[in-house]
C-alpha cells in the first residue's frame, strides 16, 4: 500500500497525487513510468513519473480523469492508499549534452516532459520549452517548466495565453529561426506524430512516449506492441521511448482504442452509482 501525501487538482479533470514510495523515487530516472493499481480486481494504469523527489522518498503523478480508475483516483485524499505501484518501469531517457534541444509538452504531456526537460538542462542543454493546451484552464507548471528551460514558449488551441495555435506551430518558427539537435514531444497520438512530420524534412532526430493499453508492464503479455521501423516493440520494456519519425502511428492509434466500448461502459457504471448499484 503506498500513501497519498499531498493531492490537488491542477486543471479541468486534472489530478496530481504525491505518493510515499521511497524505493521507486530513490531509482526513477526521467522518462520512466509506474503501473498503478487501486482496487484488487481494478486495471492497470501505466502513468509516467512526473516528478521524484530522492530525500522527501515521493513520487509525483498527474493523470486526466476519463475512465472509471481515473476517475475514482480523482477523488482519492490525501493519507489514503493506492492498492499497488510497480515502478521504475521502461527505459529512462537518452539524456546527453545534445546542444539546443526542444522539449514539447502538449496537455497532459507536460507532466511527463518536464523530468526530461529538466535532466537535459542538468547535464548541459540548451533547452527550448514549448507547452500546449487548448485553453489557458488546462495548462499547468508553466513555473516548474520556466525554471528548467532557457526559453519557454506557449501555445493555446484558443489563444486565451501565450501564442493561438498548436504546438506544432511555435515549433515550425522555433526551427526556422534556430539550429536544433534534438527534439523529444510528449502528448496525444496525433499530436507526437505533427511533430515527428515537422521535424523529419528537417532531419532533426526526435523522441516520442508512447503510452499504449499496458497489462503486466514487464514484456510478458504483449499488450503493449507497437511497430516501430521494420521492428515490433513492447513499450514497456523497450520504450516508452522511440525514434518518432519510426512509429507507426496509425497503428498505435488503432490499437488504443481497443477496448473503447469496455472502458465506456465502465465509466457509466461508475457516473450512473459510484458503480455499487449492480444495475449494469
Ligand atoms: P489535447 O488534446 O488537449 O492536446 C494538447 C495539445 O497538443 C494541444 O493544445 C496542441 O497544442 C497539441 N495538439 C493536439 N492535437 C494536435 C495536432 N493534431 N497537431 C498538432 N498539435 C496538436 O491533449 P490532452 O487532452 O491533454 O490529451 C493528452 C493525451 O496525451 C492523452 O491522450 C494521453 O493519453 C496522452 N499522454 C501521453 C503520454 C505519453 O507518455 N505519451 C503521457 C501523458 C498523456
Ligand atoms: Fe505486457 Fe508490455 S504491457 S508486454
Known sequence: MYKIIHQEKIGENLGLLEIEAPQIA???????????RIAEKGERIPLTIADFNKESGSITLIFQEVGRTTLRMGQMKKGDFLLDLVGPLGEPSEIENYGTV????????????YPIARALKEVGNKVISIVGARCENLLFWVEKMQAVSDELLIATDDGSVGYKGFVTDVLKQVLSEKEIDRVWAIGPMVMMRSVADVT????????????????????????????????????????????GHLVDFELAMRRLVYYKDEEKRALAQEQCHGGGCGCH
Not at 530513490?26 to 509506474?34: D, E, I, M, P, T
Not at 526542444?102 to 516532459?113: D, L, T, Y
Open 102 to 113: 526542444v522539449c514539447i509538452g502538449g496537455g497532459v504531456g507536460i507532466a511527463p516532459i
Open 26 to 36: 530513490n531509482k526513477a530516472k526521467a522518462g520512466q513510468f509506474v503501473i498503478v
Open 200 to 243: 523529419r524534412p528537417h532531419q532533426i532526430k526526435t523522441i516520442v512516449s508512447l503510452n499504449p493499453i499496458m497489462v503486466d508492464g514487464t514484456g510478458m503479455c504483449g499488450a503493449c506492441r507497437v511497430q516501430v521501423g521494420e521492428e515490433t516493440k513492447f513499450a514497456c520494456v523497450d520504450g516508452p521511448e522511440f525514434d
